[in-house]
Every structure is written in structure tokens, then in C-alpha cells.
């Protein structure tokens, strides 16, 4: 039995001081309610910004964020999971960091960016997601879209993983009466999302058997498109964004173990979760991700067809490059 703490925050957009005081205040909560892992979302601590600015917030793995949570577990007593904004040699990475009160770091970095974060981020060929031994078990961590996909499956399930963490930043456009493609935008990235939150994470649970951890932002906030040239087709250059939140804890027969919260607001919670530790883990060495799976995207959930449509008329009509909007690494 572990307590898992999960906090659903509201990140500020490139606002790293004011990010980490807020989840300095939610950790706290959680450890006072007795976490001993503890959950934060996808990009805490930059929050959704898909233009250049973002580029200047990009940190090394020894820096003030990565520190940051390592102070937070060794002071606290607690395993920390989330993902943050990684610069790595002249390339930039969202990268799940896991990070204990012992000291150790383990990451992983995300490989199935959507169209608009490869213009901000790097897409990772390393294959499988990530793989984390901890005190509480073998935990399987993926991010956001990463999810979505047949090799994460494969990954986790060659590994033996005891239970699954999932961290995320899914939303939608709010529809704007001046318009009319925001109502679409709208209706196609609320049903993405609503996949996201709980079809993935409860097919997970009942699939490998074992518990499912669903950690995403909440609130809303305000920002300009991805870089206007690449979007011709939409009127509006500035949108309201309004994340789902609904974040949550899925036993492996798919129950929602967090109930009684509005799954919309920011909230921590701390919720026991029984973990079977007594099958055998396989080397994670041995993990062999089938090479068709990394040629051609295979999904573990099928998402909309018009999601899948948007996103190739991007890469192939749009072609946003992510070395030309960093300005090669500037």
C-alpha cells in the first residue's frame, strides 16, 4: 500500500517562480495528509506556451526546477513525479523527472509531441516510455499524448510495471461567437480530452491489471495561437484555453478512486492505493518494442479521426519546423 498525493494545479504560462510557490504549497498539503509519492502535472512549472518565449525557460537537468523538487523530496520525506521543460545539449525536451527523498533521478523524455509542442520541443527517438524503480514498486510514467500509443503499452507491459502514472495538460478551445471555427475546435479537443482522462488511463488499469495515476492541469488561460503562419486557416491569433482537469486514481477493475472533489478545480488529494508487488519484474533490459510499432504509429486508444487528420495536414502542409522557430537552438 502506498498513499499517492495528487495535485491538480492551474500552472501560470512562463511564470516558473509562481508556479513553484503554488506547488510548494500543494506538496505541503500532501505530505500533511501523509503522501509518500506525490503527483504534479505535466510542464508544472512553465504551464502551455507553444511559441518562442518558451524557448528561454528551457533548463538543464542540474537546474533551479530539477533542484527544486529535490529539495521538496528530501525535506518531505516523498517520491516526487511531474514533467518540466528540459534544455539537453542545444535541444529542448518535456521530460518526466521522478525524483526521491534518497536523492535519485530518473527521467524520461516524451516521443509523441502533438503537431503545435514540436515547435517548442523535441521529439525523443529513444523508444519505450519511461521506467521507474522505486521503493513502492515498478512504476510505468507517461506523458500526455505518449499515452495514446501502442509502444507505451508494449513497454509497460514487458516491464512488468506495479502501477501507472500518467501526466498531462489536455484542454480545449472555449468557443467564440466571432469565431465559428472555435465551436469546432471546441467539440474535437473536448472529446480528445475526454479520451485522454478517462478512456486511456481506465484501459491501462484494466488491461495490465494494476493501478492507474491521471494527473492534469486545471483552470483556464489566456494565450496567443501557435505561431499564426502555420495555422492560415483559423481567424482567431489569441484563445482562452480551458484545461479538464479530472484527474484521478483508476483501480485495475477501471473505479475512480477519487470522488466527492470538483475534478475541475485546483485540488490535492492523498489516496491510498494497494500495489501487488509479488509477481516477479522482468530486466527491463529485455523490453523489445516491436520495430513496426516505431515506424508507423499504432494505437492503444484510437483517437478522432479529424484529430489524426489535423495533425497530418500540419506536418505535411504547414511543415512547422521546430529548428527554424528556435532559430537553431538560439
Known sequence: MVNIGIVQMNAAPLKVNENLIKADALISQAVKD?????????MFNVGLFVQEQLMKLGEPLDGLTTYWLKDQAAKNKVFIITSIYEQYEG????????????????????????????LVWKRCDEPGPGIFDTPFGRIGGAICFDSFF??????????????VIIVALW??????????????????????????????PQKYAKTLEVPVVY???????????THPRFYPMLDWKKS???????????????KKLVQGL??????????????NQSKKRPEVSRVNIPSGYMK???YFVEPPFMFKLYQKLCFSGFKPKYEEMCGRHA
Do not use: H, W
Request: aromatic share 16%.
Open 91 to 118: 535541444d529542448f525536451y518535456n521530460t518526466m523527472v521522478m525524483v526521491g527523498y534518497d536523492g535519485s533521478l530518473q527521467i524520461y523524455r516524451k516521443r509523441n509531441p502533438t503537431v503545435q509542442e514540436r
Open 296 to 298: 508507423k504509429k499504432y
Open 34 to 42: 501523509g503522501a509518500e509519492l506525490v503527483v504534479l502535472p505535466e
Open 150 to 163: 501502442k509502444e507505451t503499452y508494449e513497454g509497460f507491459k514487458q516491464s512488468g510495471v506495479e502501477f
Open 240 to 254: 482562452t484555453y480551458d484545461f479538464v482537469g479530472n484527474s484521478n486514481i483508476y483501480e485495475p477493475s477501471g
Open 262 to 275: 470538483d475534478l475541475k478545480a485546483e485540488f490535492c488529494t492523498v489516496v491510498p492505493v494497494g500495489i
Open 171 to 200: 484542454g480545449t478551445f472555449l468557443p467564440d461567437i466571432k469565431y465559428p471555427d472555435t465551436f469546432y475546435f471546441n467539440k474535437l479537443l473536448k472529446y480528445q480530452s475526454y479520451l485522454a482522462s478517462e478512456v486511456v
Open 215 to 225: 494527473v492534469n492541469q486545471s483552470g483556464t488561460i489566456n494565450i496567443p495561437m
